[in-house]
Nanobody, 121 residues
Framework: QVQMVESGGGVVQAGGSLRLSCVAS????????MGWYRQAPGKEREFVAM??????????EYAHSAKDRFTISRDNAGDATYLEMNRLTPGGTNIYYC????????????WGQGPRDTVSS
């Protein structure tokens, strides 16, 4: 249905930055929501940021922990989303999953494989 190619994970020191990319294909994507979730070992997957489609353009939403440090963006064609993460805090390894949510009577959620980032103290 929807294929996603993610990139940008890595190892960074506390206070550093990382930029994640997710390029999707497989259908028209301009009117879908695209964003990011993350999961730490032994913990549940949690919301990070999302671009939500509307007739007036994409609205951006952030988790409280991501506000003021992370920036999500979307390309004009709607098929890619990027997450700029700054002032990263020590927290071990997280897997960041790209998420595509296709609207409809029954919304469909698609997940990427997840680039891994490790922030060391």
């Amino acid at each position: 249905q929807v294929q996603m190619v993610e990139s940008g994970g890595g190892v960074v020191q506390a206070g550093g930055s990382l930029r994640l990319s997710c390029v999707a294909s497989g259908r028209t994507l301009i009117n879908v929501d695209m964003g990011w979730y993350r999961q730490a070992p032994g913990k549940e997957r949690e919301f990070v940021a999302m671009t939500r489609w509307s007739l007036r353009g994409y609205n951006r939403e952030y988790a409280h922990s991501a506000k003021d440090r992370f920036t999500i963006s979307r390309d004009n064609a709607g098929d890619a989303t990027y997450l700029e993460m700054n002032r990263l805090t020590p927290g071990g390894t997280n897997i960041y999953y790209c998420n595509v949510r296709i609207p409809g009577p029954i919304p469909v959620s698609c997940w990427g494989q997840g680039p891994r980032d490790t922030v060391s103290s």
